[in-house]
């Protein structure tokens, strides 16, 4: 028995190693710059990769006392719900017709669907734009919820109607000679079946919103709705001379995602797993 675990950790020994080399190469740099954000921008030049001499907590304080910041913030938490409302709510009718309907055209129109995955955005920024213009929608909350929305479908749907493929039929069958309707069987049956599937996707969809930038920066052209990656930039720009604060500015706005996805990483996790080995 002692032999036999020494032998198994020895085979683990390499993919531990790789695991811990992973962690540290992401985890130095947020350390890196966490540590930068409390030191001034001479003593940076001077020690850039010690600890702090005297830890400069006004970096911090003053961008926290700052309403602009907290503007920011607000502004990508209300298009993140928004879209991440939108995107599921229609992928969720969308993947159920996809799954549980038998009707003409239907592989096709999917088809069109997951080809939406190798669309660039880039190519239709201008289009876009134009649209945007002609429907009143620049500087408008909805006019980066709805393309955002747009965007995450194809990936959402897929996600989506590969679980839903895996109900069984036998509860659709049943929850018909109950009287119960098509929609009644998807809102109150397959929905909460589906909660962790829901759960990955909606986690997809608020992280993508949250790190999209050049959305943003198209549309929205008043300060009052940037969001937070334009955010970073103009402050960049703004204390381009001064790393410590930028540092700190950084590492500040990186602190709401980490925290989401701290809470979220079972559920997205879980989602995943539940997708690959139900059935």
Excluded at 219 to 247: D, M, N
Aim: with cysteine; glycine share 8%.
């Amino acid at each position: 028995m002692t032999h036999s675990r020494t032998s198994r950790r020895g085979r683990n020994l390499p993919l531990h190693l790789v695991l811990v080399l992973v962690g540290a190469v992401m985890a130095v740099p947020l350390l890196y710059a966490a540590l930068s954000g409390f030191k001034t921008t001479d003593e940076l030049s001077r020690n850039p990769v010690g600890l702090p001499e005297s830890w400069v907590t006004s970096n911090y304080t003053q961008i926290l006392g700052s309403g602009d910041f907290w503007r920011l913030i607000g502004n990508s938490t209300l298009i993140a719900v928004g879209t991440t409302v939108l995107v599921v709510a229609v992928s969720a009718l969308s993947a159920f017709s996809f799954a549980r309907f038998a009707f003409r055209g239907r592989e096709v129109l999917f088809t069109l669907f997951t080809m939406g995955l190798m669309f660039p955005f880039a190519v239709a920024a201008l289009p876009l734009f134009l649209l945007l213009r002609s429907l009143g929608l620049l500087d408008n909350p909805l006019g980066v919820i709805l393309p955002q929305a747009a965007f995450g479908l194809p990936m959402t749907i897929i996600i989506l109607r590969g679980f839903f493929r895996q109900i069984p039929g036998e509860l659709e069958e049943a929850a018909t000679l109950d009287g119960c309707s098509s929609f009644g069987f998807f809102w109150r049956v397959l929905l909460p079946m589906a909660r962790p599937a829901l759960g990955t996707v909606s986690v997809l969809a608020v992280v993508t919103s949250w790190n999209n930038f050049f959305l943003p920066l198209l549309v929205f052209t008043e300060a009052q709705w940037w969001t937070l990656p334009i955010g970073v930039q103009q402050y960049q720009g703004q204390y381009s001379a001064e790393y410590a604060k930028v540092f700190a500015y950084l590492v500040l706005a990186m602190v709401p995602a980490l925290a989401f996805y701290s809470v979220a990483e079972r559920q997205l996790v879980g989602g995943l797993t539940a997708g690959a080995t139900k059935g």
